[in-house]
């Protein structure tokens, strides 16, 4: 399994920015999948995940009704959607794959097996 994150860049405070996930090798469907970023000096944390269908979504409460998450698997592709960005979403944006169910499992780094590289979001104030 391999994942490609892109569509990361600079923004102005209030703006959008349409984070991509392509996924190769077993099967999309097979896994959960999950959004996570690291900003400088700090921790990876969770952002966003679905479940492997995508009908079952989570997020960090600092995104929460902002950001939205979405999935194509027979395109083998994960989205976040984030809008109304501010200063404080300035990370770099992990997607990632897992084979889990509970919902707590999602907001875990470690619960998740393969890792796409990470794309820089700025968010200029």
């Known amino acids: 399994v391999q994942l490609q994150a892109s569509g990361g860049g600079l923004v102005q405070a209030g703006g959008s920015l349409r984070l991509s996930c392509a996924h190769s090798?077993?099967?999309?469907?097979?896994?959960?999948a999950g959004w996570f970023r690291q900003a400088p000096g700090k921790e990876r944390t969770f952002v966003a995940g679905?479940?492997?269908?995508?009908?079952?979504?989570y997020f960090a409460d600092s995104v929460k009704g902002r950001f939205t998450i979405s999935r194509d698997n027979a395109k083998g592709m994960l989205y976040l959607q984030m809008s109304s960005l501010k200063p404080e979403d300035t990370a770099v944006y992990y997607c990632?794959?897992?084979?889990?169910?509970?919902?707590?499992?999602?907001?875990?780094?470690?619960?998740?097996?393969?890792w796409g590289r990470g794309t820089q979001v700025t968010v200029s104030s």
């Open positions: 990632a794959a897992g084979q889990f169910g509970r919902e707590s499992d999602y907001y875990i780094a470690g619960r998740y097996n393969y």
């Open positions: 679905a479940s492997q269908s995508g009908g079952t979504k």
């Open positions: 090798g077993r099967t999309f469907s097979s896994y959960a």
